[in-house]
């Protein structure tokens, strides 16, 4: 298993937003920012709308998993949905992240 700095890490993060490669008011920079902070699992499916009828799902997995190969993390990528449906992505963070 891997291991970095939390420091080391959000400094990378704040690479990626100078060189224009990540947006600061995205989704996929706070859940970077999760993972810097010592988070574990993502799921990179969100329901955008109101009410479930009138909502339609948002999936970042391609986004969120480019985001992290550029900056070193491992991971696994699985489908905990009881039937494997597409709403079951699960990123797990292999890399153990050290808090400073």
């Known amino acids: 298993m ?3 700095n939390s420091t080391v890490l959000a400094s990378k993060i704040e690479k990626l937003v100078a060189d224009k ?7 996929i920079f706070d859940w970077l920012m999760l ?3 010592g988070a574990k699992h993502l799921r990179p499916i969100n329901s955008t709308g109101g009410s479930w ?3 339609s ?4 997995t391609v986004e969120i998993t480019s985001a992290l190969k550029s900056l070193g993390v491992e991971f696994t990528l699985s489908n905990d949905a009881p039937k494997g449906g597409k709403t079951g992505a699960l990123i797990t963070i292999t890399t153990k992240v050290k808090q400073v």
């Open 57 to 60: 799902l948002s999936d970042r």
């Open 2 to 4: 891997k291991s970095t």
């Open 21 to 27: 490669h990540l947006n600061r008011n995205s989704t």
């Open 35 to 37: 993972v810097s902070l």
């Open 53 to 55: 009828k009138y909502s």
